[in-house]
Each structure stands twice: as C-alpha cells, then as structure tokens.
C-alpha cells in the first residue's frame, strides 16, 4: 500500500491530504492512514502545509 500511496503523490504533483489519496485510489482510508504514518516515520514524506503532505525530497 505504502508503494501505491507514494505513486499517487507523484502523479499529484502537489501536497496532498489523505482523504486525497484515498478518492485518487478508491482504497479504505485506515489503509492510507496507516500508510501514511508508515511513510512519515520513514521520512519518505514530510508536511509542508498543516494537514497535507509531499514527498520528501
């Protein structure tokens, strides 16, 4: 899941909340949402506006 949710974000291009990535995907959000906190303790993402993230670079 982690793999899908770093791909929607490339293809965004932009920040992006969860809620985002879940209607791009279709998926369950606690699978974002667990991707997501995944993501963040590995620095792969970071939050450059409140409640929105991007990859980090």
Do not use: H, N, Y
Not at 3 to 19: C, D, N, T, Y
Not at 27 to 54: H, M, N, Q, T, Y
Request: one cysteine or more; glycine letters at 8%; aromatic letters at 4%.
């Amino acid at each position: 899941m982690k793999e899908i949710v770093l791909q929607a974000m490339r293809e965004a291009g932009k920040p992006v909340s969860a809620g985002d990535v879940t209607k791009v995907l279709g998926a369950d959000r606690k699978e974002v949402d667990k991707a997501f906190a995944e993501l963040k303790k590995e620095g792969a993402i970071v939050s450059p506006i409140r409640c929105k993230w991007a990859l980090a670079e």
